[in-house]
């Protein structure tokens, strides 16, 4: 089981390359980010709990078609924004 400054480290970590994806325009890698969010926040929920349910939600591509471009941009976007609040939601508890 991980504890939970690994998994801070881990989302951290996950936040960084996401946002620097989606500055470099890298947006055909969101679905890693979106399977990395997932796995991370299934491991917080793990640790936290369903407090955790309160505040993040995981993201759901699986039925969704081939994106256009824009709709990765979106998508890319998004997760990098849920790394962050991931990050923002461990910090605290990590003190």
Known sequence: MVNI????NMAEA?????NDARQGERYKTYRTY???YNHL???TLELCGAEVDEYLKPIDVRTMPIP???YMVE????AALR????????EPKTL
């Open 34 to 36: 979106v399977e990395e």
């Open 41 to 43: 926040l299934a491991l």
């Open 14 to 18: 996950a936040s960084k390359q996401a």
């Open 68 to 70: 256009d471009p824009d």
């Open 5 to 8: 400054q690994i998994l801070y």
């Open 83 to 90: 790394l962050t609040e991931l990050v923002g939601y461990l």
């Open 75 to 78: 998508l890319l976007s998004l």
